[in-house]
């Protein structure tokens, strides 16, 4: 069982930076796939970012190109999400999550492990 903590949410003006954090408890992080989603109320979940086991490979949903940037840190076992620019819009509740292989990294069914969210508030 792989647990997820995330931190670093927050409020923040329009246009100011937030940095997520989301800690696994899992000595072979560099196994797992990572993603990055969000949901505000009232909607659906949404895939904002992933990065492949060892940080080759990053996506991102086309509203946060160019303004978030997913990494990760595999001897601390850490993925971070980077958040500038940030919009009203962005206001939700961030989740981390993790799989091990198989599926569409956008896809949160993909997804077998999951932390409790973290609130990011955006402020017009």
């Known amino acids: 069982q792989v647990q997820l903590v995330e931190s670093g949410g927050g409020l923040v003006q329009a246009g100011g930076s937030l940095r997520l954090s989301c800690a696994a408890s899992?000595?072979?992080?560099?196994?797992?796939?990572m993603g990055w989603f969000r949901q505000a109320p009232g909607k659906e979940r949404e895939f904002v970012a992933s990065?492949?086991?060892?940080?080759?490979?990053?996506n991102y949903i086309d509203s946060v190109k160019g303004r978030f940037t997913i990494s990760r840190d595999n001897a601390k076992g850490t993925v971070y999400l980077q958040m500038s620019s940030l919009k009203p819009e962005d206001t939700a509740v961030y989740y981390c999550?993790?799989?091990?292989?198989?599926?569409?990294?956008?896809?949160?069914?993909?997804?077998?492990?999951w932390g409790q969210g973290t609130q990011v508030t955006v402020s017009s």
């Open positions: 999550a993790a799989f091990r292989q198989g599926g569409s990294v956008s896809n949160p069914t993909s997804y077998d492990y």
């Open positions: 899992e000595p072979n992080f560099w196994n797992y796939r």
């Open positions: 990065i492949s086991s060892l940080g080759t490979s990053t």
